[in-house]
């Protein structure tokens, strides 16, 4: 039982390269969640899935484009990476009273 | 403008020393969590608090949520090098979605 998984691990890219970075869990939640997190402001919410085939804005979507491929994936597209969005991106599942389960995260290097 | 603050950003003290981190906010929250991140890791949620006034422990720590459901606490008694990390605050405000805190670093020196 895994939970919330992510790849890669670690990536660097140019600007202007694309690269999707991959979530899965096996809690069987319909919700999934994207977030970045960047030093002195927390993490902020990118992009939702309430449900298979549903996607939302966050607060930071601009630049990225999610895929809910199925209940258990869920992925996130950067078509052209900006050193703007070097970060660590997080994948979360929901629990009771709003709270979140992360994957282990992805660390981008955008030069 | 982060919907919630916490304070203070940074923290280094001596095992054994007692410390306190504060998340507070103008907004009214219908539950706060409390997170603690360790380096290369995803956030992992300690507690969850749901009730003006509650207060709840966990072994050493002791969280505290605001009468108001404004704000929160975290104290650590007697602090060890194994509670060195990042803690975040994090709460829903009504029916919006989870925001979080920039975080508190909390350094514990052996």
């Known amino acids: 039982n895994a939970g919330v998984t992510q790849t890669p691990k670690f990536q660097v890219l140019k600007t202007g390269q694309s690269m999707t970075l991959q979530c899965a869990q096996d809690?069987?939640?319909?919700?999934m969640y994207w977030y970045r997190q960047d030093p002195g402001m927390g993490l902020r919410l990118i992009y939702y899935?309430?449900?298979?085939?549903?996607?939302d804005k966050g607060e930071v979507p601009n630049g990225y484009n999610v895929s809910r491929l199925n209940k258990r994936e869920f992925s996130l597209r950067l078509e052209s990476a900006a050193p703007s969005q070097t970060s660590v991106y997080f994948c979360?599942?929901?629990?009771?009273?709003?709270?979140?389960?992360f994957g282990p995260g992805t660390r981008l290097t955008v030069l | 403008t982060q919907l919630l603050e916490q304070s203070p950003q940074f923290l280094s003290i001596q095992e054994g020393e007692n410390l306190t981190v504060y998340c507070n906010s103008s907004?009214?929250?219908?539950?706060l969590q409390w997170y603690r991140q360790e380096p290369g890791e995803g956030p992992v949620l300690l507690v969850t608090?749901?009730?003006?006034?509650e207060v709840k422990k966990l072994k050493r720590l002791t969280f505290q949520f605001g009468d108001a459901r404004k704000d929160s606490s975290l104290h650590i008694t007697a602090a060890q090098p194994g509670d060195t990390g990042l803690y975040l605050c994090?709460?829903?405000?009504?029916?919006?979605?989870?925001?979080f805190g920039a975080g508190t670093t909390v350094t514990v020196r052996a």
């Open positions: 809690m069987n939640h319909n919700s």
């Open positions: 608090v749901v009730t003006g006034g």
């Open positions: 994090a709460g829903t405000p009504n029916d919006y979605k989870l925001s």
């Open positions: 907004s009214v929250f219908s539950s």
């Open positions: 899935s309430a449900s298979e085939g549903t996607t």
């Open positions: 979360a599942v929901p629990g009771g009273y709003n709270e979140q389960f």
